[in-house]
């Protein structure tokens, strides 16, 4: 379990998180972007190459091939970034992580790291950490940097300040960037985005390490793959005198050929691009004669729990290659944006994720706070049974006696009747013929005992009165009196 | 031609028709009888999804046995409900994998159990219905009968054979409606920003009568749209296509006449 990031999780307060999402006028704003925009564009994408659905199934089958075995390019790669003159580190739990990483800077006497973005270092609470001891992070992907200054997680695996709107990330540069002139005009998105780059060039050229995560391991050349659309991962990997790879264990695949195929699907999935603007391979130090590189290149490698969901019912969703198509295409992600989930990784994803690094006791919420609707499943590039995972997890909360009292004792009363077919026939018709007795006259209520959560928001209809199976029953009875062909519809 | 043996179909009319809608269960019947079936209706309940979703397995397995012991003499099992008939088509065989004595009776059942319409479409070849109603008809796909069992054309293609009746398609129809079942009560705010923006794209058609396939869903829409005082009507899919739109609209008093006119 993640000490720090299970700390600072506040998913247990899912119900309050969501609510205050909802009356959040500058977020449901910001969140229109990404039901607009991630699904439209993906959607073209995916229909300008015939063979997409095949590349899925492609994906689907690498991640399998290299979870199965999982060891053994675990060691292959070990042994190439090796051979490269880089190290490899195993951290067990995130304290190792940041512990092995504490030491690189220090050996360096690092004082600044830039950083890519990487969301193994926002799960392992990697900033505050470093922070606190003494050596400043300063994030360069434009979003990242952005909630950075604002103290604040990434609300999307892929597009961390998507929860803010134009005029709060102005504000922010504004209240932050005191030397520039205040009258300068930053209207347009592209004037932040130079702004930016502008304060982040001085930065990078000073920094003394540079920490990058990776979208992918390639176990046959040992190199970490970063995809980019703004080019910082690459001057965060060059420019500083030691690169540190963070990255999880599942991130492994074969060969350079299964990566293209990973990469096809992933840009199409997540931004809806054929390919991200900027891929970049990193497989060692600078060699004799290179213009440009680190001299130390370090790999951490994180378990985090990951080797023990390996085991089991969880292991599907070590296939997942962070495409964040799953949220940009979830109905309740798109009312209530990623905060809500109270940890690192929102959305389908991070309800099935995120109870296994922090526990179930903690994210109960995530994996039930689902309509079921499926259409995460249908769009992930990877296939994950997203619905039936987080449908596990209900089970696991059920049986471990997590689930609200309130659940519990209303699934025991219902399911006695509804395990006993002829009582719960006599019981609904009743409940049916007093119901619409006392709605009759509207055809619906505004407010019922019990269905609270339902009326608060809308009515609920009337019972037209007697059951369907009862109104059967009689049809047939006096059908096979009169002997005759059965009359259709219900009797007057 | 020799009169072919009529199919034998159990109606598992789910719980929500039962007992709130049954006119939806007469519809259901004549669709099936017209298309040639006969049609029993075995002692029922539920399907188990609440279990099933709250993640008593249980239960659910109970349910199960109890359901599919009480249409195992029927050809085929026929569900107005896509999430229903996803229950029972695809979740079932989930809750036996691996059981010597009930995976190979969950599978058969899987193999015989269908939502009505894809049902009707696909198994009876029935392609077109005999019913009128002068209407502007929006039609809403529901998640799991979209999803698991690939309810799509189907139901357009026999609503477009409804003398009178008008299709005009919402956007996002195949957006969920944010009903999810016991979700609605458990996050009552999400499934309400979620049911307000499909109640928004149903006002855009400029349509007088939305459909959909799932009561469920029916329900979470209509009591939106009402609550707001839009008047657009709300029926299941079956009623209009067997012509069965006497009975009032959902949530709407007998006496009341507002919306489609026949």
Known sequence: ???????????????????????????????????VNFIARRREVADKLPEFEALRDCARDIKDHTLAHLDLYLEAFEGRVVEQGGHVHYAATSEDARRIILDICRKLGARTVTKGKSMVAEEIGLNDFL??????????????YIIQLRHEMPSHIIAPAVHLTKAQIEDDFRRVHTHLPRDRNLVEPTSLLAEARAVLREKFLAADVGITGANFLVAETGSSVVVTNEGNGDLTQTLPKAHIVLASLEKLVPTLEDLSQLLRVLARSATGQEMSVYTTLSSGPRRPGDPDGPDEYHVVLLDNGRSSMLAGTFRDMLRCIRCGACMNHCPVYHA????????????PMGAVLTPSLIGIDKAGHLPNASTFCGRCEEVCPVRIPLPRMMRAW??????????????????????????????YGFATAIAARLLALAGHARGRFSW??????????????????????????????SSSKAAQPPRLGPPP | MAEPMARRV??????????????????????????GCTVEVPPQSCCGQPAFNSGDHTTTRDIARQVIAAFASCDYVVVPSGSCAGMLKTHYQELFRGDPNWQPRADAFAEKTYELVS?????????????????????????????????????????????????TEMRDSNVCCGFG???????????????????????????????????????????????DGVGIEVRHVAEVLAGMTDAPAIGVPARATAGAKR
Request: with cysteine; glycine share 10%; proline share 4%.
């Open chain 1, 448 to 477: 019922l005992p019990f269905a609270s959560g339902w009326t608060r928001h809308r009515d609920f209809p009337t019972p037209q009165g007697g059951t369907f199976q009862a109104q059967w029953k009689r049809r047939e009875l």
């Open chain 2, 119 to 167: 049902f009707l479409v696909d198994v009876c070849g029935v392609s077109r219905v005999a019913a009128r109603l002068d209407a502007t008809a929006t039609y809403h796909d529901s998640c799991s009968g979209l999803r698991e069992l690939g309810v799509r054309d189907q139901p357009r293609r026999l609503l477009a054979t409804v003398e009178g009746l008008r299709i």
């Open chain 1, 394 to 423: 209900r089970e696991h909360e059920f049986e471990q006696h997590l689930s609200p009292a309130t659940v519990r004792t209303g699934l025991a009363v219902w399911s006695f009747f509804a395990k006993r077919p002829r009582l």
């Open chain 2, 181 to 227: 079942g016991t979700f609605c009560v458990k996050y009552p705010e999400i499934s309400n920003a979620i049911v307000r923006k499909k109640a928004a794209a149903i006002k855009s058609t400029g349509a007088n009568l939305l459909l959909a396939g799932d009561l469920g869903c029916l329900m979470n829409m209509a009591g939106k749209l009402q609550r």
């Open chain 1, 1 to 35: 379990m993640t000490d720090v990031g299970a700390h600072a999780a506040t998913s247990l307060h899912f119900k309050d998180n969501a609510k205050a999402a909802l009356a959040d006028a500058n977020l449901q704003n910001a969140l229109k972007f990404v039901e």
């Open chain 1, 336 to 347: 209530v944006g990623g905060h809500a989930y109270g940890w690192v990784y929102p959305g």
């Open chain 1, 131 to 144: 922070a606190a001891h003494g050596i400043t992070p300063i994030e360069t992907d434009l979003g990242e």
């Open chain 2, 10 to 35: 159990g109606l598992f009319a789910t719980c929500l028709i039962d007992m709130i809608r049954p006119s939806v269960g007469f519809a259901a019947a004549k669709l099936l009888e017209d298309a």
